[in-house]
């Protein structure tokens, strides 16, 4: 997986998975492909559409305009933004509301928006009618290098996020760069974050090239977008082929989320993902160092690309290492209540000495955490 | 399809699906290999209950005993009995009580009781962590004959029944039916429709045994309540390994069920769903009759043998046809709002000169359902 950098900004990407496979389109402009791209990949008796309420006021206008090519009836469900809509009480408000438009099983749902629309509606569509088919057209950055591809869909309860859930894989996914260009640079920088990662477990070559044009990428470049979104979606696409329900090597993609993930909750979520996950992957790399499994200056070198993406590369305030302990045991990929961590031997590739991570016990992660979290004076 | 009726009342009955296959194990006291069967075939880090508390407070005891010789941590999780339990709320309350008890993606559901619990039980599996492995372990009769074979999980919601749910197979079947041995003669009488069904679409043979059996089965009868779970779970694992999903022949399963459903709702649920699939029965052979597809005479003999197993074969009270043409329409099965039809040819097959079902349009069904309920004076 360690090719050169596609300058290609655009093409078509396939996704394998249990039962078959689906495409990716990547391309600026490639919203008006829409009605084409459901009569070939998703041919149903009617599409609800399913949007993050500040997306569809973005682009609505345009979205219906190229629908109205659709033969078919095309109802439009908004919720509010935000990461606090994608719980249990929404999903059963948009179940509802396609119930009363008569969405039958022959329906299909279209999620528009960033990571929220693709884990909601995506979760709506996995249970309606116990399940009818979703396409993705992501509009965040982050939702074109990662979340749209891969079939995990789902809400957040109190116990954690993403714990109620399903995996359904889309018919296809629909990334058009342009519909990313009114993000502000703060959102295009928490995009970075993944593709980043990305790069990290996979590919040097792409981690240097997004260290290079940063500048480029955070400014909302067409061209340099589409050709993050092209190599970022054909790395996931390779994990997630090989491994749809993370029982293997999909767990890669969790660099830098054990811990990330601890903190965004430790921060009752203030803490956006993007950021949090950035200062996981710091914070793994230094734990990968200290246990000489990874490269002594990874964590630096990480740092320093993650710093050109404007994205944080250190805990703001003073976590308390009891709290990110307690959360650590409760992640969803702890086994037996043990967390594990996906350790780097060095930039693009992964340790798998014990399998495709490690099972940290308590005692060292305590340590890890009192060193790098000195707690209050 | 269309053997003798197996003499043997226990064995072990494999159910293919998309992903692979899983037993269907049927016998007296099989309830003890419990432990074993979980080992062999969902081995787990920890294990989660869930049943009809009126189940558990019946069979509680024993299935602790006969748990007691299991490895791992085991909590149980109970719920209200009755239909009106199958719904968000509860799901919802009993994915957090699995989630209070820091179940992780490496534990296991059981689901002990009847219909309701294999559906709400298996919805939460389906959809705890993006999925966890379910066992059914169906107390009911009619659980043990059809509902618990075939991965269908889900809840009921205002629009209708069983409009929010899954696809997610058991990892096994454990149907002992000496745990039937306290039902009610009545609930007995409700899970032989579904039996009756089976015989119908596709074993004439199996079809007049029930015929001459109905009094044992209808007492509970252990040795002839074994031959039944034996066959039906044969003919529906036979139907759902051909054609999981229902694109194709799984739709035989409906029959009775479009008109069947239909009754059940227009009785705000009062008519139990055995009664309204026994009526639907005669109703659809009618139906068949007069268009000429199905025997005549075959309504007949479907009625003999409903009222020898105490099931009814006419609608009580006046159903309005309206209401009922506008339940329809609404159907899960619908498509583009035609409801379908499974018609016989004659017991035992289902004719198919039209794929799997009929897709009969609104006057055909709105002259027949005028014909048979005449309406107010």
């Not at 509010?80 to 008569?102: F, I, M, V």
């Not at 999909?250 to 054990?258: A, D, E, S, V």
């Amino acid at each position: 997986m360690c090719h050169a950098v596609s300058s290609a900004p655009e093409g078509r990407i396939e996704v394998r998975t249990s039962v078959g496979s689906y495409p990716v389109r990547i391309g600026r402009g490639s919203l008006a492909e829409l009605p084409k791209l459901l009569a070939r990949h998703c041919p149903a008796h009617a599409y609800a559409l399913i949007a993050d309420a500040g997306v569809w006021g973005l682009h609505g206008a345009r979205v219906r305009a190229v629908c109205s090519g659709l033969d078919q009836p095309l109802t439009i469900h908004t919720f509010k933004p935000g990461e606090q809509s994608k719980n249990r009480t929404e999903w059963s408000r948009l179940t509802d509301s396609l119930l009363a438009t008569g969405l039958g099983r022959d329906g299909c749902v279209i999620a528009l928006g960033g990571g929220v629309a693709g884990d909601l509606a995506g979760f709506v569509a996995a249970t309606y009618m116990r399940g009818i088919p979703v396409v993705q057209v992501p509009t965040s950055l982050v939702a074109m290098v990662d979340a749209s591809v891969g079939g995990k869909t789902g809400v957040d309860v109190a116990a954690g996020k993403n714990l109620v859930g399903a995996f359904h894989p889309p018919r296809f996914v629909l990334a058009d760069p342009d519909l990313s260009v009114t993000l502000p640079r703060r959102e295009r920088s928490q995009g970075l974050a993944e593709a980043i990662k990305h790069g990290a477990i996979l590919d040097p070559a792409y981690f240097g090239w997004i260290e290079r044009r940063a500048e480029d990428l955070l400014g909302g470049d067409p061209h340099a977008t589409g050709a993050l979104v092209m190599r970022s979606v054909e790395l996931k696409a390779h994990v997630v082929g090989e491994d749809e329900r993370e029982a293997g090597m999909r767990q890669i993609l969790n660099f830098g989320h054990t811990l990330g993930h601890a903190l965004e909750a430790e921060s009752e979520f203030r803490l956006p993902h993007g950021s949090a996950v950035a200062i996981g992957m710091v914070l793994e790399a230094q734990l990968g160092e200290r246990l000489g499994v990874t490269e002594r200056g990874i964590s630096g070198r990480i740092a320093e690309v993650l710093d050109r993406a404007e994205l944080p590369t250190r805990a703001p305030g003073r976590p308390d290492p009891e709290t990110v302990l307690k959360l650590l045991s409760r992640d969803k990929k702890a086994r037996s209540g043990i967390s594990r961590y996906v350790l780097l031997a060095r930039i693009g590739r992964v340790d798998r000495r014990h399998g495709w991570s490690w099972e940290l016990t308590r005692p060292i992660i305590e340590e890890f955490l009192a060193s790098v979290f000195p707690g209050p004076a």
